[in-house]
């Protein structure tokens, strides 16, 4: 194992679900890649942590996110007339009985 991922392994040895972090952590590097797991656990250490969580938070905010879905708006369904925002609209419906 890389240096960093190493050092976030033996630390966790002492925690009681520390295997089960460490799996959490060994699986992120089918997604992201061992040098990128290994800068996270890096950080995460630098940070004076050792928590899956936090490590893969580090991953996930790493992460390019993905491009929004373009929705082209039909013709028939464009504003023809924009809206105005004109409050003495609202207040002339408030005094009508």
């Known amino acids: 194992?890389?240096?960093?991922?190493?050092?976030?392994?033996?630390?966790?040895a002492g925690a009681t679900?520390?295997?089960?972090q460490m799996v959490d952590i060994l699986t992120s590097v089918l997604s992201d890649g061992l040098p990128?797991?290994?800068a996270a656990c890096a950080e995460?250490?630098?940070q004076g942590v050792h928590s899956a969580d936090v490590i893969l938070n580090i991953l996930a905010r790493?992460?390019?996110?993905a491009a929004p879905?373009?929705?082209i708006t039909p013709d028939a369904l464009r504003l023809?007339?924009?809206?105005?925002?004109?409050c003495s609209r609202?207040?002339?419906l408030r005094r009508s009985p």
């Not at 194992?1 to 966790?12: H, Q």
């Not at 679900?17 to 089960?20: I, L, S």
């Not at 023809?80 to 004109?86: E, F, I, K, T």
Request: glycine share 6%; proline share 8%; charged share 40%.
């Open 44 to 46: 995460a250490l630098g």
């Open 69 to 71: 879905v373009t929705i």
């Open 17 to 20: 679900d520390g295997d089960r």
């Open 80 to 86: 023809r007339h924009a809206p105005s925002a004109d």
């Open 1 to 12: 194992l890389p240096t960093s991922l190493d050092r976030v392994r033996r630390k966790l």
């Open 62 to 65: 790493r992460r390019e996110p």
């Open 90 to 92: 609202y207040d002339l």
């Open 36 to 38: 990128a797991v290994d």
